[in-house]
């Protein structure tokens, strides 16, 4: 019997990453101070279809918002939370009916009613982790402060 509470480790992780093609960003600002805009600013840049959720916008970062999952193009292949931990059961439900195959609860967020009924339903749940750390990480490009730096050396610099 699999562990329903189980959450995947760093291997796993960087399995979901590898797969996905899609991500839809639930609950993401179009205000810069978020950190929700920060994320979508770093992953707009990667490989992805980003799509951002939110239904008080019509625009996030030049990107078309959607009201909620069943509006999107496509089945995202995550669906990365932004949402307050009382409000993840329903974004589960709607990643469940539209078939989603991950749920992404962000740094801060843990709700394990949720995550239990989203692994009961086949899906993977991560929660309280950060997608775009978790990328740069796995990218190589991860600055001390969570910046993608662009550079990847085993050089020191020298002071200047």
């Known amino acids: 019997m699999t562990d329903l ?21 639930v609950g993401v600002s ?3 101070l978020r950190s929700s805009n ?3 600013t770093y992953l707009i840049r990667t490989p ?16 078309r918002c959607y009201r909620s999952l069943r509006e999107l193009p496509e089945v995202p292949d995550i669906v990365d939370c932004f949402r307050r931990v009382e409000d993840l059961p329903a974004v589960v439900e709607e990643a469940i009916e539209v078939g989603a195959k991950v749920v992404w609860f962000q740094l801060g967020l843990r709700n394990d009613q949720a995550a239990r009924r989203a692994r009961e339903a086949g899906l993977v749940v991560v929660q309280d982790r950060c997608l775009k750390i978790e990328h740069a ?5 991860l600055h001390l402060a969570g910046f993608d730096t662009g550079v990847i050396s085993s050089k020191r610099r020298r002071p200047v």
């Open 38 to 40: 920060f994320v979508a």
């Open 5 to 25: 509470m189980a959450e995947p480790d760093a291997r796993e992780r960087l399995r979901i990453l590898r797969h996905a093609r899609s991500v839809a960003l």
């Open 30 to 32: 179009a205000n810069p």
């Open 137 to 141: 990480r796995f990218a190589g490009g």
């Open 48 to 63: 992805y279809r980003i799509y951002p959720v939110n239904p008080n916008y019509d625009e996030v970062l030049g990107l």
